[in-house]
């Protein structure tokens, strides 16, 4: 791998994300229909909340659908130190960073804080066999409410393994 590479060069730069306001159970929804593993929580102003991950959402989501509908995503992030790297960045740098804080994904955002994408140890299997993404900009899912367009349809319940309120 070259080793000017830019964070920028290999993260995701249109992950779907979510606003801290956001019950639990549209948290697990977008995760399902997105296909991502890892789901960036955004603050009003944009600026990076936390990360959280599916197998974590997936836990949270064995309490009762009633309190789902009413815990807020910020409730599983809140009191969490966040580590983000900036899309300038050298790639080694970036993946100096996850190895030393034990994370597979890291949200990437600009000098104010603000989500620009998400860089995760699938981008760094890309960039080594020479796959490169195509960038864009970051989407936020909250205002995405029952239809939540832009998603693809729910997978089937056999393929996942996980019931699907």
């Known amino acids: ?5 830019s964070v920028g060069a290999m993260m995701n730069g249109a992950p ?26 955004v603050r009003q102003d944009g600026s990076c909340a936390g990360l959280l ?6 836990v949270a989501c064995a309490d009762p659908t009633v309190t789902l509908s009413r815990r807020s995503v910020r409730d599983l ?3 969490r130190r966040t580590v983000t790297v900036h899309p300038e960045e050298p ?27 998400l860089l995760t140890a699938q981008d ?12 864009g900009p970051a989407r936020q ?7 939540l367009p832009g998603l693809p349809p729910r997978r089937r319940e ?8």
């Open 141 to 147: 899912a909250p205002h995405l409410r029952a239809t």
């Open 77 to 79: 992030v809140r009191g």
């Open 53 to 58: 991950e599916r197998a974590e959402l997936a």
């Open 91 to 117: 790639a080694l740098r970036a993946a100096a960073v996850m190895t030393e804080e034990h994370r597979d994904a890291l949200p990437v955002t600009d000098p104010h804080g603000r989500l620009t994408g």
């Open 16 to 41: 779907y994300s979510i606003g801290e306001d956001e019950t639990v159970l549209m948290a697990w929804e977008v995760v399902e229909r997105s296909g991502q593993s890892h789901l960036p929580v």
């Open 124 to 135: 760094y299997v890309a960039a080594a066999a020479g796959l490169r993404r195509t960038a």
């Open 158 to 165: 056999e393929a996942c393994g996980i019931p699907i309120p």
């Open 1 to 5: 791998m070259d080793e000017r590479l």
